[in-house]
């Protein structure tokens, strides 16, 4: 079978308990309700992005990350919860270093970004998105080594990284603290 380019056809993924495709408008109101979430903010990895982000009604997402895609230099998915059917997170890639774009240029690392509501915050959800995103996204933009922010006050984040085969980034190869690295061999 021939892989397809996720920024020519974004893939739709599916575990137990989510659906995740690409963010669009229709999702706006069901973030909004994520980005104001006071814990999910407090949890939110911010590394390297200098703006403000205070969001004042749900028309401020309705275009949110698409620009990104389009540009072929990340993409952000809804998190849909299989029991509610509403959106209660985003996961996304981005290629490292910075400013470099996955195909076609050396990028073989790849950070995920994961925002999830609060409620959801619990080791089960966070290992099942985890391991989603160490094996299918990996795959498909075909990074040999993805990192992942989870700080010590979040253990429930920390625990399902190292269920997964994550390891601290003890060496300092990123810039940033509390990162988590995985080396995939499977792309």
Same mark, same amino acid.
């Given at each position: 079978?021939?892989?397809?380019?996720p920024f020519d056809e974004c893939p739709v993924y599916e575990t137990q308990s989510f659906i995740f495709r690409l963010v669009n408008e229709k999702d706006a109101?069901?973030? @909004?309700?994520?980005? &104001?979430?006071?814990?999910? /903010?407090?949890? %939110?990895? #911010? !590394?390297?992005?200098?703006?403000?982000?205070? /969001?004042?009604?749900? !028309?401020?997402?309705?275009? $949110?990350?698409?620009?990104?895609?389009?540009? #072929?230099?990340?993409?952000?998915?809804?998190?849909?919860?299989? !029991?509610?059917?509403?959106?209660?997170? &985003?996961? %996304?890639? $981005?290629? *490292?270093?910075?400013?470099?774009?996955? @195909?076609? &240029?050396?990028?073989?690392?790849?950070?995920? #970004?994961?925002? *999830?509501?609060?409620? @959801?915050?619990?080791?089960?959800?966070?290992?099942?998105?985890?391991?989603?995103?160490?094996?299918? /996204?990996?795959?498909d933009f075909e990074v040999t080594k993805i990192i992942m922010k989870a700080p010590s006050n979040q253990p429930e984040r920390v625990n399902a990284l190292i *269920?997964?085969?994550?390891?601290?980034?003890?060496?300092?190869? @990123?810039?940033?603290? !509390?990162?988590?690295? #995985?080396?995939? &061999?499977?792309?």
């Open positions: 079978m021939k892989k397809i380019n109101e069901d973030l @909004f309700t994520v980005y &104001t979430d006071p814990i999910t /903010l407090k949890h %939110e990895n #911010r !590394d390297g992005f200098s703006g403000e982000w205070k /969001l004042k009604s749900s !028309d401020e997402l309705k275009n $949110a990350w698409q620009t990104e895609y389009k540009n #072929r230099q990340f993409v952000r998915w809804s998190i849909i919860s299989k !029991d509610t059917s509403s959106v209660i997170g &985003t996961i %996304e890639i $981005a290629p *490292l270093p910075w400013g470099k774009w996955f @195909f076609g &240029t050396e990028t073989p690392v790849g950070i995920l #970004r994961l925002d *999830l509501l609060s409620s @959801f915050e619990k080791q089960v959800f966070f290992s099942e998105i985890i391991y989603m995103m160490a094996t299918e /996204l990996a795959y *269920l997964n085969q994550f390891y601290p980034d003890t060496n300092k190869e @990123f810039l940033y603290d !509390d990162y988590y690295i #995985r080396i995939n &061999t499977t792309v």
